[in-house]
């Protein structure tokens, strides 16, 4: 790969990487392993704003949907079940302490420990998902679908296309929340096995620092989730 | 990066960080879940959203690190928000200055009589005005 460029390091693997030290090697652009960590994290967070934003265009969505129709929002959240949304506050706060303590075993050299709690966290975010599936099935039940698949009987306004609008922002937007939380447990549990491995040190953590911060961002969203949606009047 | 050599102590200390914001946080959930049974008409929205944002600030300072982060991220983190910012500002704008796009107000059409004496001559009938037939509707006007 850099056979046409000027070798500037004495490079004994012949890849484009750099032994730093006994085990650990940065890519040959970066001077340093603390540099190659600082330049990795600040794309995670250039990506994080995009979620951000991404999420954020829905909140003002809904936010605008909600002035629309103010009394059919408020009857359509009485039809979630603010006893689950609690609890997968709770769960999804729960598993971003286990995330933060992962991190933290991992850059200090506990490889064992930083998996087991990485397991934690995709043990929550397993229940978190069983808590979802058990509140969808309700909803397919009761006929409180997205848009056109809407078919609730008892409203009390008929005919308004506020009902629908609700529920097609609610599954549109805990649906893609639900998606980060599928992919952050499969991205965790790749971490867990090579945290088991002891391929993270105090030297190279970059991985479990990374994710860690997208599990962070899920639960941000949540937070914002959960009020919006279960508890406003 | 920056904490190679990790003393015993701050080990303990990071650690116990996690656990006492760990329980802020469910702290907060349980009043905002409280707040949520009391009515204080248009507070709770604000009241909700209020504790949100406290709780998203401690997740943001203390579980990803920002507070101690080198203050790159930190701006990038700040910045995304001021954007959507941004947005939502323009959004309300939008929303508290339009009023004929809120259907609540086409149920009743505002009647094509003369404007109360006094009125601003501003024309706020704009959707019930009938346009001439055979006119193609302008795009974008979509109503319902």
Redesign the interface.
């Known amino acids: 790969m850099s056979t046409s460029t000027v070798d500037l390091h004495d490079d004994p693997h012949g890849d484009d990487s750099v032994v730093d030290d006994a085990h650990h090697h940065h890519q040959h652009h970066f001077t340093t392993?603390?540099q190659q960590?600082?330049t990795s994290?600040?794309g995670m967070?250039?990506f994080?704003?995009t979620e951000?934003?991404t999420f954020?265009?829905l909140f003002?969505g809904f936010?605008?949907m909600q002035?629309?129709y103010p009394q059919e929002f408020i009857e359509a959240h009485e039809h979630l079940q603010?006893l689950a949304g609690?609890s997968n506050?709770?769960i999804l706060?729960?598993s971003?302490?286990t995330?933060?303590?992962a991190v933290?075993a991992a850059?200090?050299n506990q490889g064992a420990k930083a998996a087991r709690y990485l397991w934690v966290t995709v043990g929550c975010a397993a229940i978190f998902m069983c808590v979802k599936a058990y509140e969808y099935t309700h909803k397919f039940e009761e006929g409180l679908l997205p848009g056109y698949f809407y078919h609730h009987k008892g409203d009390l306004i008929v005919g308004s296309?506020g009902y629908s609008t609700f529920f097609s922002f609610y599954f549109m937007m805990t649906g893609l929340h639900g998606l980060h939380v599928v992919i952050g447990a499969i991205l965790l549990g790749w971490l867990a096995i090579r945290a088991k491995r002891g391929e993270f040190s105090?030297?190279y953590y970059t991985p479990v620092d990374l994710i860690g911060?997208f599990w962070?961002?899920v639960?941000?969203v949540w937070?914002?989730l959960?009020?919006?949606y279960?508890?406003?009047? | 990066?920056?904490?190679?050599h990790?003393h015993v102590t701050d080990?303990k200390a990071?650690?116990r960080s996690?656990?006492l914001?760990?329980l802020a946080?469910?702290f907060l959930?349980v009043i905002?879940?409280g707040a949520?049974y009391i009515?204080f008409g248009q507070g709770?929205?604000v009241i909700?959203?209020a504790?949100?944002t406290m709780?998203?600030t401690l997740?943001?300072l203390?579980?990803?690190h920002l507070a101690h982060?080198?203050p790159?991220?930190g701006l990038?983190?700040v910045?995304?928000?001021i954007?959507?910012g941004l947005?939502?500002m323009f959004?309300l704008l939008d929303?508290t200055t339009r009023r004929d796009a809120?259907?609540q107000n086409l149920h009743a059409p505002v009647v094509q009589t003369a404007t109360p004496a006094g009125a601003p001559a501003v024309p706020t009938a704009a959707p019930a005005a009938a346009p001439p037939a055979g006119t193609a509707p302008a795009p974008g006007a979509k109503k319902?």
């Open positions: 392993m603390e960590f600082d994290k600040i967070w250039l994080l704003v951000v934003l954020g265009g003002v936010g605008l002035n629309r603010r609690a506050t709770g706060l729960f971003s302490y995330m933060g303590m933290f850059k200090t296309h105090h030297e911060l962070h961002l639960d941000l937070i914002y959960f009020p919006l279960y508890l406003i009047k | 990066m920056s904490t190679h990790a080990e990071e650690a996690y656990l914001t760990l946080l469910l959930t905002t879940v949520s009515d709770n929205v909700a959203l504790i949100a709780k998203a997740v943001a203390f579980f990803m982060d080198k790159v991220n990038i983190a910045a995304g928000f954007f959507l947005f939502l959004d929303i809120i259907p319902e």
